[in-house]
């Protein structure tokens, strides 16, 4: 299953690095960055989830809140976000129901593994529908960041 530009964006609840459950219909009415990342300590990924960082103002300037979602444990994640001192959501898709929900999830993976996160970025509006939607099948490819601010920019 996979999800494309103006669907209603899947519902999920999943477990925070603060180890709360945190639901997407709470932030109803904000617009919402969704990044799928495959693993958290690798090169890429954190490469991708410092710009987000980094570039923080950029997006509470255009009204929107990031939340960042691979199939790592909470524990490894709040240990990640600690290390990079990421200041945005982070939630554990550790049973990838969402990841797969969203179109996101590899069969393969490297050396290996399988039911990893595809890196994905998705633009959610305030009543959340999805108006961007990209999914890499390359694991060293980044998301389009400019193109996820120009969405954002045309829902101001």
Do not use: H, W
Request: glycine content about 6%.
């Amino acid at each position: 299953m996979s999800v494309k530009i103006g669907d209603v964006a899947p519902d999920f609840t999943l477990f925070s690095t603060e180890k709360k459950e945190v639901s997407l219909n709470q932030y109803e009415g904000k617009n919402v960055v969704l990044l799928f990342f495959p693993l958290a300590f690798t090169g890429v990924c954190t490469t991708e989830l410092c710009t987000m960082r980094d570039d923080i103002a950029t997006y509470k300037n255009l009204d929107a809140e990031i939340i960042a979602i691979s199939v790592d444990s909470l524990f490894t994640l709040e240990k990640f976000k600690e290390e990079q001192n990421l200041n945005f959501t982070m939630l554990a898709d550790f049973n990838r129901e969402v990841s797969k929900a969203y179109g996101a999830l590899y069969d393969e993976f490297v050396l290996g593994m399988r039911g990893v996160s595809k890196r994905s970025a998705f633009v959610l509006d305030k009543t959340g529908k999805i108006q961007y939607a990209e999914v890499l099948e390359s694991a060293g490819d980044l998301p389009n960041f400019e193109k996820v601010k120009e969405t954002l920019s045309a829902l101001k």
